[in-house]
């Protein structure tokens, strides 16, 4: 058997149906030898087995109070490549050398305290830097619903790894979108948790960077942020709390979005989750969110943020998409970066007074269908040297803006079977009221059939 979620996977260790073992080591073997997608670039080994075995041993020895203080007792996780870990290398999707001290980030340290079984590394572009999974040193990840499309990214094996059972549930990171859009891609539900609920270490100078699950249900995705949730002292953004008054997951009211571009299909299915809102008893009122030069202020900040971290002596190793962005970063002084936080502030104190008059946000989590697996965007925004990389997701990096949590869920299928998502946006550590609110919406929606084995056989030659 492959991983069927966090919950399942619980519920079978505590029935004593399965073993931790057993669970893991047909994980590992799935991943070896069924990742057709390429959502892997390191399995994990006897570590694994390990960490199973010390399982199966305190389940024996408790039992249901086995999970009392380790939540995620046998359930197999899988972590970002640009996240550290002390067993697994850590490439960054790139061909430099990672010069940081193979360790668990904070988030990964947590995950194992809880119980949880690393199970590999998951693919990224490198270090993140654009919203597909395409690198230099692995094959695109591909989509589980049609394998000639993109995974989504930088979060796209995380996806492609959780949607197809090759994990129970997955880390990834949010710089602009690259949880929510893969997720949305997928399948499956991506939570991008408020600026700093959950360290990030070394966290970026830009403050763009979360990280958050990937997971089957809103319920996994929650659990595992609520054991990665808390403060570090290597994050200074970390445990900064609430700014805005506590709200309830009631009668709501909700703006809901459509950005320009919107696919048709998008919208038909996205429609389902806005009448489920209203036959919930929310008031869903169309609302527009202007900010103007957002998306050059974006690429100012993200621009300048990767040329400060490049040495010229390594260009040739670079992604050739992201040297241009590198190329652009280098031609910015400081007063341009100024003006980008001027605007990120402008943005900021508009979604301030919007959500002054609405309690959460809700809009399609991509306005575009999934575009070619070997591209880093549509037709249009596919050539890197027009810097339009993430111009096609005016959805996702709004929110890494203002550090608001976000969540993904899954909407339905596009007449093509491909998923749409839907994503919900509350203010600044209200992430209760999202996860309250997505958990109710998709008991409405339901959860998507996952993709069949006959889907992860290549559409294309490889």
Known sequence: MTARGVSHTRELLRRGELSAVEHTTAVLSAARER???????????????????????????????????????????????????????????????????????????????????????????????????????????????????????????????????????????????????????????????????????PNSADRLAHQ??????????????????????????????????????????????????????????????RLALVGQGHLVEDVEVRCTHLYPALVDLLAASEAAGARPEDDEWADPGRLEVIRHGRTLGGADVIRAEEVRQNLRATLRTVMDRYDVLAMATVPVEPFAADTVGPPWAADARDLQWLAWAPASYPFNMTGQPALSLPAGLTRAGLPVGVQLVGPVGADDLVVQLAGRLEADLGTPVPPGTRVLEPAIAR
């Open 35 to 201: 990742d057709t997608l390429d959502a892997y670039v390191a399995v994990a080994g006897e570590e694994a087995l390990h960490a199973a075995r010390r399982a199966d041993a305190r389940i024996r020895e408790l039992g249901a109070d086995a999970w009392r203080t380790m939540p995620l007792l046998g359930v197999t996780v899988s972590v970002k490549d640009l996240l550290q870990t002390r067993h697994l290398p850590t490439g960054r999707g790139s061909l430099l050398p990672n010069d940081r001290p193979r360790e668990d980030a904070p988030a990964v340290a947590r995950l194992r305290a809880a119980g949880a079984v690393v199970v590999g590394k998951t693919a990224t572009s490198e270090y993140g830097w654009s919203a597909s999974t395409v690198s230099r040193v692995a094959p695109p990840t591909r989509n589980p619903y049609d394998p000639r499309l993109t995974a989504g990214g930088s979060s796209g094996g995380a996806a492609a790894a959780v949607a197809t059972g090759l994990c129970d549930a997955a880390l990834g990171t949010d710089g602009s979108g690259s949880i929510r859009i893969p997720a949305a891609f997928c399948g499956v539900v991506g939570y991008k948790p408020s600026l700093g609920r959950i360290p990030y270490v």
């Open 212 to 273: 958050g699950p990937l997971a089957r249900t809103v319920a996994d995705a929650a659990l595992l942020a609520e054991v990665m949730a808390g403060p570090h002292p290597a994050d200074p953004d970390s445990g900064l709390g609430s700014l805005d008054a506590p709200r309830t997951a009631r009668a709501l009211r909700i703006g809901w979005i459509e950005y320009d571009g919107t696919a048709g299909d998008v919208r038909r299915v996205t429609e389902q989750a």
